[in-house]
């Protein structure tokens, strides 16, 4: 049976007379002619490594790899190394690199190497492991756990080959759930937004479940908070009838165990209602001036972000895209309202003023996006409650949208999809062409090129890069699209970024049991992509129960920066990367070079 038959059938058979158009169908799978069979991607080669559940970090021969930077590890000299007793106090990871390292950027500043990483959230079992219930239990359990959050910044150098954080460097900071933050953009004053802790609304707290990041042509971060939702609950009512706003955020009368609450009476949502919307944005941050305040920049949305991939549309508006990373949610776009003009200090204010924009995907290839402002809701509510201004438009409710990533070399973007058990089974999310399987268990790579080329643009095409699934087990679709093979085969796409000669590198978060629908795929890790022949090759496989997330290089673009999260999450006694022996399993950042001292992307 051809893949076509095969597509259509197992399409059928799923969803009954569901009717597909040919245009469709060229979306959902990769023509063969674009599949490569050269053996390089642009400016790299190497021999694709084999899938395997070790408990290490695997590069192909030619390549090595060190460790930069765990958590714990101290970015001042008057703080203590990493105690693999306690586990560190709440003085000690105040002054030390935070937990589960992700997204992160490299800033060339005044001939010193920094690096900005965010620490999304805590592995609770691991980080309070020094505790019979494996969580926190004490104030000062507390005072940890949120200073394990948020933006680490650090200036790194290479002694000898390898990199290391510079203790002490004037760039060092910490930004964490305790943080003073500006809210900029139209909800900046909102009444929404006030406080008891800040009459003005236009001040938040801390900045806390940062995934993805995004950077600017103006040398700013971007941190995207994603699950906002887990650290608030209501104590004070533990029966309280949330409000739909709240529901649809997640929020519920419990948080996911890290008891904030304890020590901050903010985090209880019934008795500060207003606290909550002070989080879910992007955060803007200078990591040239640390003695800057970061700033949430409320014109892109609140919801839970993924990354931001900035980029310059041929008219000179800047175009930041944004995926929600939730079952059913939302792809969007926002486009600032004033140019790009390089080395002008009106740049710092081009995030704080625009459109938003969410995509809606036709079966037939093409999409558009929508402008929010058709929700009929004002400025600032799209901005607060960005997620209603998007279902009262129509936007197609997505398989998890994940990171994006644009191409240096052509005018596209890419988005991966994670997966998504709820496709085809809850009435919001049927199955349609850009989320074509039922209960997604292995995710998607979907990629579009604007209208005119202009990233601006209201229109585009689009067609799937990538299904990722197992050839060898699967049926029908989830065997996957041809550029997925036996050996080289993932799930869960998740961190997608572009290096500078147009490789698309592919990090995953998934299934890492290797058995059933998962069998063949091994330890999550990440791959390249030739964009232009589709070509898919494993690149780095990562250690026991960690997820590959993070990837930045160094400005001579001889090393790759690749993070590594949550090793052992779920059977700490079992990983002891990166430090071996019997050591706690810690989230780090490592370095990749050539050994032959070439670029890397
Ligand atoms: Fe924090 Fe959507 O991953
Ligand atoms: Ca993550
Ligand atoms: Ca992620
Ligand atoms: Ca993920």
Not at 179 to 197: C, F, N, Q, R, Y
Not at 255 to 261: I, K, L, P
Not at 408 to 422: G, Q, W
């Amino acid at each position: 049976m051809s893949d076509f038959n095969e597509v259509v059938s197992r399409r059928k058979f799923l969803q009954g007379s569901f009717a597909i158009g040919i245009g469709a169908f060229a979306a959902a799978t990769i023509p063969s002619k674009a599949i490569g069979f050269g053996s390089d991607f642009n400016g790299i080669s190497f021999t694709p490594l084999a899938a395997n559940s070790k408990d290490t970090i695997t590069v192909p021969k030619g390549f090595s790899w060190h460790t930069v930077a765990a958590w714990g590890d101290p970015l001042w000299s008057g703080a203590p190394e990493f105690d693999q007793q306690t586990r560190g106090t709440g003085e000690s990871q105040e002054l030390s690199f935070g937990d589960n390292n992700d997204g992160m950027s490299l800033f060339e500043v005044n001939g010193k190497s920094v690096l900005a990483v965010n620490n999304e959230y805590c592995n609770r079992k691991i980080i309070y492991g020094n505790r019979a219930s494996g969580l926190p239990e004490t104030p000062d359990d507390v005072r940890k756990g949120m200073a394990a959050h948020g933006v680490s910044i650090f200036e790194v150098a290479q002694k000898g080959r390898k990199w290391e954080i510079v203790k002490d460097s004037l760039y060092n900071r910490k930004i964490t759930a305790d943080t003073k933050v500006a809210i900029d953009g139209p909800a900046a004053g909102h009444p929404l937004l006030k406080t008891d802790e800040d009459q003005t609304g236009k001040l938040a707290r801390g900045t806390f479940n940062n995934c993805g990041n995004g950077r600017t042509p103006w040398g700013t971060y971007l941190a995207c908070e994603e699950n906002f939702h887990g650290y608030f609950s209501s104590p004070s009512d533990p029966n309280a009838n949330l409000s739909a706003d709240l529901k649809r955020y997640g929020v519920k009368t419990k948080d996911w165990g890290y008891n904030w609450v304890m020590n901050q009476d903010r985090f209880d949502v019934v008795k500060n209602p207003n606290e909550i919307n002070r989080h879910g944005y992007i955060t803007e941050i200078d990591p040239s001036k640390p003695q800057s305040m970061p700033r949430k920049q409320t014109a892109m949305g609140r919801f839970k972000h993924e990354n931001c991939e900035v980029v310059v549309s041929k008219n000179g508006q800047v175009v930041a895209y944004m995926g929600d990373d939730e079952r059913g949610e939302h792809l969007y776009k926002f486009v600032s309202k004033g140019k790009y003009i390089k080395g002008a200090a009106s740049n710092y204010d081009l995030l704080t003023e625009g459109d938003l924009f969410v995509a809606i995907f036709n079966e037939n290839g093409t999409g558009r996006w929508v402008n929010l402002k058709e929700s009929g809701m004002s400025d600032s509510d799209i901005s607060i409650f960005t997620r209603m201004a998007a279902t009262q438009v129509g936007a197609t409710t997505m398989d998890r949208p994940e990171w994006v990533a644009a191409n240096p070399n052509k005018v596209e973007a890419y988005c991966a999809l994670t997966n998504n058990k709820n496709r085809g089974v809850k009435p919001n999310q049927p199955v349609n062409a850009v989320n074509p399987r039922v209960e997604n268990p292995y995710g998607q790579i979907v990629r579009w090129t604007p209208d005119n080329n202009e990233h601006a643009a209201d229109g585009f095409k689009w067609d799937l890069f990538a299904m990722a699934g197992n050839p060898v087990v699967g049926e029908g679709l989830m065997k996957g699209s041809e550029n997925i093979t036996k050996d080289n085969m993932f799930n869960s796409p998740d961190g997608i970024a572009f290096d500078s000669k147009g490789n698309l590198w592919i990090q995953t978060d998934g299934k890492y049991t290797n058995q059933g629908a998962f069998e063949g795929m091994g330890n999550n890790q990440m791959l390249c992509a030739n964009p232009r022949t589709g070509k898919i090759d494993r690149f780095l496989v990562g250690p026991k129960e960690c997820e590959i997330t993070g990837i930045t290089w160094s400005s001579d673009k001889k090393t790759m920066f690749v993070g590594v999260q949550h090793p052992g999450e779920n059977n700490p006694d079992k990983c002891h990367f990166p430090d071996g022996g019997s050591s706690v399993p810690r989230s780090a950042i490592v370095a990749i070079s050539r050994n032959d001292g070439k670029t890397i992307g």
